[in-house]
């Protein structure tokens, strides 16, 4: 089990009035794809801390410490994600209808048992740690080139999710969480994300007028295809019996990244390829 303190940090990204929400110039499919995973944050991140708030007064001392810092971590993401994804949905017409449907999705997963809803939280977390690691691995090819402010958002958010990977499984496991709901909640939270990724990315692209470019489906194919291999063996290793969070290695480099965090303005540090090590 994990023992470090979950510090929550109290960010602020303000983008400014004319910010683009083509972030990246030299990758705009990336910046489609980042845009559209963000966009199920506001409604995937609450439920899965108010699973595990809810799961506080069953754990011992010392992981309802750590389960409060995870809630407060998550609590900050998607607060930040909202302001963000405010933009996205002033920019892009049918972004819309993507943003309602996903929070109809939540809503509807959000009526199944806290048992349930909290293996939801345990695989949902397997993935978004999974992610954190396959973008460690790129980050020069996949941010060289974007705006520092967006790229610091979705990397501080990996970071934390590399902080606090162990979280939601110890309080799933230590409530007595059955391997099948496990199991089942991961790959619906692999379809939610997978629904979000594709339509978000569709409606941006078109409304960029790149919906026909073959190079950006090319882009977006290969980043899914790496992804998914990423993924799915870490969501497989998670479901065996004895399997901890903590036996998979964390990217060095977020903890690197993230002792710069100057607390006292609520700054996060800004990307840069030729300091990011």
């Known amino acids: 089990m994990g023992t470090a303190e979950l510090r929550p940090r109290r960010v602020d990204f303000d983008f400014p009035v004319d910010f683009d929400p083509r972030w990246?110039?030299?990758?705009?499919?990336?910046?489609?794809?980042?845009?559209?995973?963000?966009?199920?944050?506001p409604h995937a991140e609450p439920l899965v801390a108010r699973a595990?708030?809810?799961?506080?007064?069953?754990?011992?001392?010392?992981?309802?410490?750590?389960?409060?810092?995870?809630v407060r971590q998550e609590t900050q993401h998607h607060r930040q994600h909202r302001r963000f994804n405010r933009i996205l949905l002033d920019?892009?017409?049918?972004?819309?209808?993507?943003?309602?449907?996903?929070?109809?999705?939540?809503?509807l997963i959000d009526r199944r048992s806290p048992s349930f809803v909290l293996a939801f939280a345990c695989g949902f977390e397997t993935i978004a740690y999974s992610s954190a690691r396959w973008t460690a691995r790129r980050r020069h090819d996949l941010l060289t080139g974007a705006d520092p402010a967006a790229a610091g958002l979705f990397l501080w958010h990996l970071a934390e999710e590399v902080e606090h990977k162990s979280v939601a499984h110890d309080v799933w496991s230590a409530t007595g969480g059955r391997r099948w709901r496990l199991v089942l909640a991961t790959v619906i939270a692999m379809l939610l994300l997978a629904t979000a990724a594709v339509l978000?990315?569709?409606?941006?692209?078109?409304?960029?007028?790149?919906?026909?470019?073959?190079?950006?489906?090319w882009r977006l194919f290969t980043w899914t295809l790496g992804l998914t291999f990423s993924v799915l063996p870490d969501?497989?290793?998670?479901?065996?019996?004895?399997?901890?969070?903590?036996?998979?290695?964390?990217?060095?480099?977020?903890?690197?990244?993230?002792?710069?965090?100057?607390?006292?303005?609520?700054?996060?540090?800004?990307w840069k390829a030729s300091l990011a090590g």
């Open 24 to 41: 990246h110039p030299r990758l705009p499919e990336f910046a489609c794809g980042a845009n559209a995973v963000s966009l199920l944050m």
């Open 52 to 70: 595990v708030r809810d799961a506080l007064d069953q754990v011992d001392d010392a992981l309802a410490e750590r389960a409060d810092g995870y």
């Open 91 to 107: 920019e892009y017409r049918g972004l819309g209808t993507v943003d309602r449907l996903l929070g109809r999705w939540c809503a």
């Open 200 to 217: 978000g990315s569709l409606v941006m692209l078109a409304r960029d007028r790149r919906i026909l470019h073959p190079l950006a489906h």
């Open 235 to 270: 969501a497989v290793i998670s479901w065996l019996p004895g399997h901890h969070p903590d036996s998979l290695v964390d990217p060095v480099w977020y903890a690197v990244w993230l002792a710069e965090f100057d607390e006292g303005d609520g700054a996060v540090p800004l």
